[in-house]
């Protein structure tokens, strides 16, 4: 089971609701919260948050 709101998730739905278009960005794909004993998932690197973003551009 997969639950709570940390990062992105916390920050797009008020952004949402203030009428913005959001578009998050994750630099990490955690099981977990980390202050849990144990999680797991990557960590992306700097050039694949940069390469996403490059994705999203319009120019």
Same mark, same amino acid.
């Given at each position: 089971?997969? &639950? @709570?709101? /940390? @990062?992105?998730?916390?920050?797009?739905? !008020?952004? *949402?609701? =203030? @009428?913005?278009? #959001?578009? !998050?960005? &994750? $630099? /990490?794909?955690?099981?977990?919260?980390?202050e &849990?004993? $144990?999680?797991?998932? !990557? #960590?992306?690197?700097?050039q *694949? /948050?940069? +390469? /996403? =973003? +490059? @994705?999203?551009?319009?120019?």
């Amino acid at each position: 089971m997969a &639950y @709570g709101h /940390v @990062g992105n998730s916390a920050a797009v739905f !008020p952004m *949402q609701r =203030l @009428g913005n278009e #959001v578009w !998050p960005v &994750y $630099t /990490v794909n955690f099981s977990n919260h980390t202050e &849990y004993p $144990t999680w797991r998932g !990557p #960590v992306m690197t700097p050039q *694949q /948050v940069a +390469d /996403v =973003l +490059d @994705g999203m551009s319009f120019t």
